[in-house]
């Protein structure tokens, strides 16, 4: 099921190319489509959105937008083991995320320069959250704690009713703990154009998060620059490094952990032991069998899964940092060792007790992460993502008149005489204007 090969330096490139060509370019008629949907949102808003969610959703939702009565429904009427888990994994989230915060500072001179930096929350974020089968609370508490902290003024979730119009009442109460201002039922690219554009019923949003299938994604590439977004996304990813020491039944469920997300997710063990890769093979044939989704991971495992086997960690090591993982697992003996030496993963996890399930639920780290190899550049979502900067200058007559000559003869390096003029006139007699 899940290929095994020596690296040799074409082998396991020939295994990884797999995973590039999964990740290639966005089929031209689902972009079209997408097109088309943000067209209409655009210009007829609500009406269109009403029109999609009846096409592709099969039945319209009495109001699209979920009273506070029912969300607060929702929370009093959940099962109380399910709430404590949401409020357990939101506090370890909440203290992971308060220690991202960053401070407005100021700067003043002794000849009275003043500068300085203000930091503050967005005022309108917008939360992609999908539904039905695939509903995830996980990622609202993701999305909405660190927007919180950062000081966003308001949330808005978007997230699919179910077959009965209604919103998944897993949702409902997360949105609830997390304080989640207004909830909507839509789902889709129409969604996100409704929070890009605006509508009758939904307020525009300066910024998107949350993932979504491939025609939310590609709205949320096409609406970059008309809102700001989070990243965008592919498939799931989970790349294991393990020695000797890794217990093949952990490993082997920790893949498919990962592949059993999407068909074109990708699990990869990159291992120094033939036995650990012969025995993770057959531990997935053991434990595939008892799995709700196992056709699922068995296609995901045969197409974009693999076990390479390096003659050493260096060599392992520098084929992950190549691979640039979402979810790095290091499941060797001592995995601090080779913390250091990883530079390109999303997340990383330490060590055979720290599984990536832990990271999606529970530890605190975000696990809203770069994918496709863009770890090599890209960031987890942190407050980071939900503030904005400004900074401000004030100088005096004084210290203006002591920059001026560096000032106007940079400008005119630059061609840029009216820039320069900025300066000369406030200073005639110094520039021979008076």
Partial sequence: MIPIVKADGVKEQELLSALRLRSSEVDEKVTDTVREILKKVRTE???????YTLKFDGKLPKSFEVSRDEINDALSEADPAFVEALL???????????RQKHQSFIDTHSDGVIMGQRIRGLHRVGLYVPG??????????????PAKIAGVEEIIMVTPPLKNGKANPDILVAASICGVDRVFLMGGAQAVAALAYGTETVPQVDKIVGPGNIFVATAKKLLYGTVDIDMIAGPSEILVLADQTADPAFVAADLMSQAEHDRLASAILITTSETLAEKTAQEITRQLPRLSRKEIIEESLTNFGGIIVCEDMEKAVELANQVAPEHLEVAVENPFLYLGKIDNAGSVFLG????????????????????????????PLSVDAFIKKSSYIYYTEDALRQAQSDIILLAKKEGLTAHANSIEVRFPEDNGLS
Avoid: C
């Fill in 45 to 51: 808003g609500d009406e269109a959105v009403r029109e």
């Fill in 88 to 98: 357990n994994a939101q506090a370890n989230i909440v203290d992971f995320h308060n």
């Fill in 132 to 145: 039905g089968t695939a509903a995830y609370p996980s990622s609202v508490l993701m999305n909405a704690i």
């Fill in 352 to 379: 055979h007790y720290a599984p990536e399930p832990l990271g999606d639920y529970y530890a605190g780290p975000n696990h809203v992460l770069p994918t496709s190899g863009t770890a090599r550049f890209f960031s």
